[in-house]
């Protein structure tokens, strides 16, 4: 089972990846965006050292930008390593996916070769895991479109924490170098189009040779590209498209004339390309395919004049994020729920139940004087957060905004005025560590799952059904008066108890319950450890053999 503090860990790495992909797409330049690269492994990764080999025209690879350490970089950036090394370098070790490892009982070979290469000083090593100064690590980059076409090497050296990669740290590796050749392969674009425009703008012979370099740029880039109306009622309308836009989106050429962004964007989405600026602007949105799906785009926007007073136009880079939006949301969805039964974890229970409380409880007009004040209007003595019947809290004073968070309060036990409320049942169940010792692993995890799918199925939507950790389950269900959530405790009692075969084998648990309540003013820390000792209360008062029978 994983520890309770991976999926923290996840989190962290995810937010970090993220950013260092995010900071990609902030440089302006090829040489901005390579030594972008360089620095992303070391802030984002967690290595200390980071290269960028880039494969030149003529097949070698140059050290193109270095992180790290400043020696290293002044002693070997710019220096070139063949081909064939190179080749032999990716070759030999262990293959991680598209990762290769180089361990220092191989790499000991290619000390001598013509591959630029900085070395550290290290104690040997004292774990099967933990690095070794000699160690490589290398991510390839390949061109974008699915192809081995090589267009560089990243090489990262002394993972901070001392030990080779895990998986999760490998896959972390393995995206980056995937975005990164799409952030280089589109730096050298934009570098060609810059050069393109600036051509543009010079006298009529040499407009006329630049619009032909222009033509061919815009026709066979790898991704869609379009040229847009500028200014007046046509604002916006789609005037040229090349064939990667519209391989993106499914419309021939001649059916993208007959609209605009605005008419292609996700209804969701159609803000974001407003707040999107003309000149110099980029968004994140969802356009339109002809099959009615959707598919995750990044505009970049640059304004083009046809002569040198003659109309603008937009010239827009469209390029597909689907996989990487789709990563993102894969990498949020594992690092928020639990990895065996798919509930939302520990962390994401505590960020849910979070979102419902807040620190300062909610109060009332406290003295017969305040009340009078309140009732006419003492601007001084008023002025305070108030409860209201209408669950909002604000300023009292007449025309003061309210900062509309509903309250979360908890139901009155000693009276039955129907009140409702969040409520939190702590589920632990009974006799399950014996069906571990006696069965093993296998068939607890099973039990696990399938009690999962029993608490979920017994609950409504928009409830909460998370593990928190071992054999242990947290609800959460709002809207509850005191006996609905008795009510709830027994049927997810009784939902547990019936028989649960594995391998042929049936095995039983019972659930011992606890029901808390979420109010505003408690932690979440509180609210948890409220609903646990009441489930202690409750698993005491009854008999064990009764426990195991729910």
Same mark, same amino acid.
């Given at each position: 089972? &994983?520890?309770?503090?991976?999926?923290?860990?996840?989190?962290?790495?995810?937010?970090?990846? /993220?950013?260092?992909?995010?900071?990609?797409?902030?440089?302006?330049?090829?040489?901005?965006?390579?030594?972008?690269?360089?620095?992303?492994?070391?802030?984002?990764?967690?290595?200390?050292?980071?290269?960028?080999?880039?494969?030149?025209?003529?097949?070698? !690879?140059?050290?193109?930008?270095?992180?790290?350490?400043?020696?290293?970089?002044?002693?070997?950036?710019?220096?070139?390593?063949?081909?064939?090394?190179?080749?032999?370098?990716?070759?030999?070790? &262990? #293959?991680?996916?598209?990762?290769?490892?180089?361990?220092?009982? &191989?790499?000991?070979?290619?000390?001598?070769?013509?591959?630029?290469?900085?070395?550290?000083?290290?104690? +040997?090593?004292?774990?099967?895991? &933990?690095?070794?100064?000699?160690?490589?690590?290398?991510?390839?980059?390949?061109?974008?479109?699915?192809?081995?076409?090589? !267009?560089?090497? $990243?090489?990262?050296?002394?993972?901070?924490?001392?030990?080779?990669?895990?998986?999760?740290?490998?896959?972390? $590796?393995?995206?980056?170098?995937?975005?990164?050749?799409?952030?280089?392969?589109?730096?050298?674009?934009?570098?060609?189009?810059?050069?393109?425009?600036?051509?543009?703008?010079?006298?009529?012979?040499?407009?006329? #040779?630049?619009? +032909?370099?222009?033509?061919?740029?815009?026709?066979?880039?790898?991704?869609?590209?379009?040229?847009?109306?500028?200014?007046?009622?046509?604002?916006?309308?789609?005037?040229?498209?090349?064939?990667?836009?519209?391989?993106?989106?499914?419309?021939?050429?001649?059916?993208?004339?007959?609209?605009?962004?605005?008419?292609?964007? /996700?209804?969701?989405?159609?803000?974001?390309?407003?707040?999107?600026?003309?000149?110099?602007?980029?968004?994140?949105?969802?356009?339109?395919?002809?099959?009615?799906?959707?598919?995750?785009?990044? $505009?970049?926007?640059?304004?083009?004049?046809?002569?040198?007073?003659?109309?603008?136009?937009?010239?827009?880079?469209?390029?597909?994020?689907?996989?990487?939006?789709?990563?993102?949301?894969?990498?949020?969805?594992?690092?928020?729920?639990?990895?065996?039964?798919?509930?939302?974890?520990?962390?994401?229970?505590?960020?849910?139940?979070?979102?419902?409380?807040?620190?300062?409880? @909610?109060?009332?007009?406290?003295?017969?004087?305040?009340?009078?004040?309140?009732?006419?209007?003492?601007?001084?003595?008023?002025?305070? /957060?108030?409860?209201?019947?209408?669950?909002?809290?604000?300023?009292?004073?007449?025309?003061?905004?309210?900062?509309?968070?509903? @309250?979360?309060?908890?139901?009155?036990?000693?009276?039955?005025?129907?009140?409702?409320?969040?409520?939190?049942?702590?589920?632990?169940?009974?006799?399950?560590?014996?069906?571990?010792?006696?069965?093993? /692993?296998?068939?607890?995890?099973?039990?696990?799952?399938?009690?999962?799918?029993?608490?979920?199925?017994?609950?409504?939507?928009?409830?909460?059904?998370?593990?928190?950790?071992?054999?242990?389950?947290?609800?959460?269900?709002?809207?509850?008066?005191? #006996?609905? #959530?008795?009510?709830?405790?027994?049927?997810?009692?009784?939902?547990?108890?019936?028989?649960?075969?594995?391998?042929?084998?049936?095995?039983?648990?019972?659930?011992?319950?606890?029901?808390?309540?979420?109010?505003?003013?408690?932690?979440?820390?509180?609210?948890?450890?409220?609903?646990?000792?009441?489930?202690?209360?409750?698993?005491?008062?009854?008999?064990?053999?009764?426990?195991?029978?729910?």
């Amino acid at each position: 089972m &994983e520890a309770e503090s991976e999926p923290y860990v996840r989190l962290a790495t995810m937010r970090q990846l /993220h950013q260092a992909v995010a900071d990609l797409n902030t440089a302006r330049s090829l040489a901005d965006t390579l030594q972008t690269v360089a620095d992303g492994i070391v802030t984002g990764l967690g290595y200390e050292l980071g290269c960028v080999n880039l494969v030149r025209p003529d097949g070698d !690879l140059v050290v193109a930008a270095f992180a790290g350490n400043d020696a290293a970089e002044a002693l070997i950036t710019g220096r070139v390593g063949s081909r064939d090394s190179w080749e032999r370098r990716l070759s030999m070790g &262990e #293959a991680w996916d598209r990762l290769r490892f180089i361990p220092h009982t &191989e790499g000991w070979v290619l000390l001598d070769d013509d591959v630029p290469q900085w070395h550290t000083e290290g104690p +040997e090593p004292r774990f099967e895991d &933990e690095w070794h100064p000699l160690d490589r690590l290398y991510a390839p980059m390949y061109a974008s479109g699915g192809g081995l076409d090589l !267009l560089g090497v $990243l090489s990262v050296d002394r993972p901070r924490n001392g030990r080779r990669p895990g998986a999760w740290g490998r896959e972390a $590796l393995q995206m980056y170098a995937s975005q990164a050749a799409i952030a280089i392969s589109n730096a050298r674009l934009r570098a060609n189009m810059q050069r393109a425009l600036v051509r543009l703008e010079r006298e009529q012979q040499a407009l006329r #040779a630049s619009e +032909e370099s222009f033509r061919q740029a815009f026709e066979y880039a790898p991704s869609g590209m379009a040229i847009a109306e500028m200014g007046g009622d046509q604002h916006g309308r789609l005037l040229r498209t090349n064939d990667a836009l519209c391989r993106l989106l499914g419309r021939p050429a001649s059916l993208l004339r007959r609209y605009s962004f605005a008419d292609l964007v /996700h209804p969701e989405d159609i803000g974001t390309l407003l707040r999107t600026s003309a000149e110099g602007g980029r968004a994140e949105l969802r356009l339109g395919r002809r099959d009615g799906t959707y598919l995750w785009v990044s $505009l970049r926007n640059s304004v083009v004049a046809d002569t040198a007073d003659g109309p603008r136009f937009l010239l827009t880079h469209v390029e597909d994020i689907e996989e990487r939006k789709r990563n993102e949301l894969n990498l949020a969805h594992r690092a928020s729920h639990d990895a065996l039964t798919g509930l939302p974890n520990s962390a994401e229970l505590r960020s849910r139940l979070s979102a419902r409380i807040c620190e300062r409880p @909610h109060s009332v007009v406290s003295t017969a004087i305040e009340a009078l004040d309140a009732a006419y209007g003492d601007v001084e003595t008023s002025r305070t /957060h108030s409860y209201r019947p209408d669950g909002y809290e604000g300023d009292v004073v007449a025309g003061g905004p309210y900062d509309h968070h509903v @309250h979360t309060v908890a139901p009155d036990m000693g009276r039955e005025d129907g009140a409702k409320g969040l409520a939190v049942l702590f589920c632990d169940l009974d006799g399950f560590k014996s069906i571990n010792d006696r069965f093993g /692993h296998h068939t607890g995890d099973a039990v696990l799952i399938e009690v999962a799918r029993r608490l979920t199925t017994c609950v409504r939507d928009g409830d909460t059904v998370a593990r928190l950790g071992g054999d242990e389950f947290v609800v959460l269900a709002d809207g509850l008066g005191a #006996a609905d #959530a008795a009510d709830l405790a027994v049927r997810l009692r009784n939902a547990i108890i019936p028989p649960i075969r594995v391998d042929g084998r049936a095995v039983r648990v019972g659930a011992s319950f606890g029901i808390g309540w979420a109010e505003c003013g408690m932690t979440v820390e509180e609210v948890l450890r409220s609903a646990d000792q009441r489930m202690y209360v409750e698993k005491r008062s009854r008999s064990k053999v009764h426990r195991r029978a729910g």
